[in-house]
């Protein structure tokens, strides 16, 4: 995954941070990530705050890490990339 690991790490999902404390947090939906502020701009808006599952090297539980903070700024190109790249992992999730 391009966008979504940081090298040494193996990429497991995406997920709102915005939960109740205690609640399990809900996987992101791909479709749902960027809000648009119009085609005149280079950038799309995070919609909610992103934490990213992730596994460090050698671990077999999930760390989580924040990914993107609601209202962050990221290049169309760049948000097009991680909703490519979570739009694949789900996918792989489904399979398996």
Same mark, same amino acid.
């Given at each position: 995954?391009?966008?979504?690991?940081? /090298?040494?790490?193996?990429?497991?999902?995406?997920?709102?941070?915005?939960?109740?404390?205690?609640?399990?947090?809900? +996987?992101?939906?791909?479709?749902?990530?960027?809000?648009? /502020?119009?085609?005149?701009?280079? #950038?799309?808006?995070?919609?909610? +705050?992103?934490?990213?599952?992730? #596994?460090? /090297?050698?671990?077999?539980?999930?760390?989580?890490?924040?990914?993107?903070?609601?209202?962050?700024?990221?290049?169309?190109?760049?948000?097009?990339?991680?909703?490519?790249?979570?739009?694949?992992?789900?996918?792989?999730?489904?399979?398996?």
């Amino acid at each position: 995954m391009r966008q979504l690991a940081t /090298p040494g790490t193996e990429f497991v999902d995406l997920v709102w941070g915005d939960n109740e404390p205690g609640q399990e947090m809900e +996987p992101a939906d791909p479709a749902e990530l960027f809000a648009d /502020p119009g085609e005149h701009f280079s #950038y799309v808006v995070v919609a909610r +705050p992103l934490v990213a599952c992730i #596994y460090l /090297p050698g671990t077999v539980r999930t760390s989580h890490r924040l990914f993107a903070t609601a209202g962050r700024r990221i290049g169309r190109h760049a948000a097009q990339k991680i909703t490519d790249d979570l739009t694949k992992a789900r996918a792989v999730q489904a399979a398996t």
